[in-house]
């Protein structure tokens, strides 16, 4: 069981938007403490894609983009694409556990 | 150009001691505000993030293995290892490190490529 909860599987067509939803508690996204979002491609190392909340690193394409808002946190992918096919990790830091904490994962299935 | 990559067995028994080396480049863990952490996943499971060392040698740990773990630096070697005790085969993962850059939040912005660690007999 994660600290933050993911739904298990999201699904969308080519080109267009989803969201993906990560929610967490008082002790954690509800304290104000970062979330920060990985993508992961079938067999590779997690990757960061979004970092304090809402940046992306140089590597990460415009089309993704996130928010939070009280104790969850979400992750836009407009214009979805084929390559965008992946499992998708959202991160924070929790204080009672007094570290980072990983969310269950989101498996994305571009149809 | 900032790599990191994890090293050690690839099979380990139930109730021995598991010895993972992080090498990485690109960086000095002597550079003020950056870390080394250690997350795993087991195969088809999420991330669970399990220790972290600092600049400064402070280290935390994952509450539900802190009595199991154990993670050192080698700056002049740029290394970090972690050392798990008494493993069991639930501990079956792949074993990612990855840095914590210098930020007052805790994320990864680098990740090793992973090394998959079986406990079987």
């Known amino acids: 069981q994660s600290v933050l909860t993911q739904p298990p599987s999201v699904s969308g067509a080519p080109g267009q938007r989803v969201i993906l939803s990560c929610t967490g508690s008082?002790?954690?996204?509800?304290?104000?403490?970062?979330v920060h979002w990985y993508q992961q491609l079938p067999g590779a190392a997690p990757k960061l894609l979004i970092y304090?909340?809402?940046n992306r690193p140089l590597w990460a394409p415009a089309r993704f983009s996130a928010s939070r808002s009280g104790t969850s946190a979400s992750l836009a992918i407009t214009g979805l694409q084929t390559e965008d096919e992946a499992d998708y990790y959202c991160q924070s830091y929790d204080n009672n556990l007094r570290g980072p904490v990983f969310g269950g994962g989101t498996k994305l299935t571009v149809l | 150009q900032v790599t990191l990559e994890e090293s050690g067995p690839t099979l380990v028994k139930p109730t021995q001691t598991l010895t993972l080396t992080c090498t990485f480049s690109?960086?000095?863990?002597?550079?003020?505000?950056?870390?080394v952490a250690w997350i795993r996943q087991p195969p088809g499971k999420a991330l669970e993030w399990l220790a972290l060392?600092?600049?400064?040698?402070?280290?935390i740990y994952s509450p539900s293995l802190k009595s199991r773990l154990t993670i050192t630096k080698d700056t002049s070697k740029n290394h970090v290892v972690l050392t798990m005790t008494n493993v069991d085969p639930v501990d079956t993962a792949t074993y990612y490190c990855?840095?914590?850059?210098?930020?007052?939040?805790?994320?990864?912005?680098?990740w090793g490529l992973g090394t998959l660690v079986t406990v079987s007999s």
């Open positions: 990855a840095r914590r850059p210098r930020t007052s939040s805790y994320f990864f912005d680098y």
């Open positions: 060392i600092h600049w400064d040698n402070d280290k």
């Open positions: 690109g960086f000095s863990l002597n550079t003020r505000g950056l870390g």
């Open positions: 304090l909340n809402t």
């Open positions: 008082n002790s954690n996204i509800g304290a104000g403490s970062d």
